[in-house]
């Protein structure tokens, strides 16, 4: 397999960014995340990938409810904060108006395009990510709103590297 063509041909597909929350036992995560999107039309359900690099992994472990956060291209600021910290070392929302669900799940309110959703399923298959498949509970948008996109954020470092992930859960 190329590599750098399968690279090449994500890149181009330049794929929109989400903010995940959730929480458990007063312990709040969240991180940002571009693997995602809708996996059955009905009953609604909706499909993210978590890397295992990230403490929101740990957490979602024990998680049952997550919040899916769209992000529109005047939120870079909030892409940087949950994308280039670690929850292990960063409270991620010091300072952020939030609303928790229910379920204690934090709902940032500067990102009012989301979802809230309850796990089905999780699947490890050995790569640096699990999916999570997860039924739509609720769902609120101010309108229509340009995504921000991979491209758009350049070349952000991550708040983990990648070597540093959990091998098993």
Not at 6 to 12: A, G, K, N, T
Not at 17 to 26: G, H, K, P
Not at 38 to 67: C, D, E, I
Not at 126 to 141: F, K, P, Q, W, Y
Request: charge should be negative; glycine fraction near 8%.
């Amino acid at each position: 397999m190329d590599e750098d063509t399968f690279d090449d041909l994500l890149v181009s597909a330049d794929a929109g960014l989400i903010v995940v929350t959730t929480a458990v036992e007063n312990e709040q995560a969240g991180c940002l995340v571009g693997f995602h999107s809708q996996s059955s039309m009905s009953p609604q359900q909706y499909g993210f990938w978590l890397s295992k690099a990230n403490h929101t992994y740990q957490v979602s472990l024990r998680a049952t409810h997550f919040a899916i956060h769209f992000l529109t291209v005047d939120d870079l600021a909030m892409a940087q904060r949950f994308g280039a910290r670690s929850g292990e070392d960063t409270d991620k929302f010091r300072g952020l108006d939030v609303d928790p669900t229910e379920q204690g799940v934090p709902l940032l309110s500067t990102l009012p395009n989301r979802l809230v959703v309850e796990r089905i399923t999780m699947l490890d298959d050995g790569g640096d990510h699990v999916a999570i498949t997860a039924r739509v509970i609720s769902s609120e948008t101010t309108g229509t709103f340009t995504p921000l996109r991979l491209s758009h954020i350049g070349d952000l470092p991550p708040g983990r590297d990648n070597d540093s992930r959990a091998i098993q859960p």
